[in-house]
C-alpha cells in the first residue's frame, strides 16, 4: 500500500477525480484518481439525473480540499487512472458513499 497527501482539483463524476498529489521532496503531480471498490452513477444515459446528485455531493466534500490517497498497485487502469482510496478528515469517502447508498460495490 502507498499513502499521499493530496489536493483534490477535480470531480468529473462519483468516483473520478483529479488530484495534485504530493510524492515527497517538493515532487507534485497531477493524476486522474478511480475510488476503489465502488462505482457511482454515471453523469451521461439514464443515470445523469443520479449520477448528477453524487457527483455534486462528492464535490461538496472534497473539491479543493487536502486528503490522503491510498492506493494498493503501482499502475493505472485500463483508462489511465488510478485506483485509490480516499480519506477526508480520517473518513474514507469510498465507504462512506456505499453506506449512503450512493455507491455499489465494484471490483476493476
Known amino acids: ?3 499521499y497527501r493530496a489536493k ?3 470531480v468529473y463524476d462519483g468516483d473520478t ?3 495534485i498529489v504530493d510524492l515527497g521532496f517538493y515532487v507534485k503531480v497531477e493524476l486522474k484518481l478511480r475510488l476503489m471498490g465502488i462505482d ?3 453523469i451521461r444515459g439514464e443515470e445523469r439525473p443520479e449520477g448528477l446528485v453524487v457527483r455534486d455531493y ?3 466534500m ?3 480540499k487536502d486528503v490522503i490517497i491510498k492506493t494498493y498497485k503501482d499502475k493505472q ?3 489511465g487512472r488510478w485506483l485509490a482510496e480516499i480519506f477526508l478528515e480520517g473518513q474514507n469517502l469510498n465507504a462512506h458513499l456505499l453506506e449512503k ?4 460495490p465494484y471490483m476493476v
Do not use: Q
Not at 101 to 104: I, L, N, R, Y
Open 101 to 104: 447508498g450512493m455507491a455499489k
Open 40 to 42: 457511482t452513477p454515471e
Open 1 to 3: 500500500m502507498y499513502e
Open 8 to 10: 483534490i482539483i477535480s
Open 77 to 79: 487502469e485500463k483508462y
Open 62 to 64: 472534497v473539491l479543493d
Open 58 to 60: 462528492v464535490r461538496e
Open 17 to 19: 477525480m483529479t488530484a
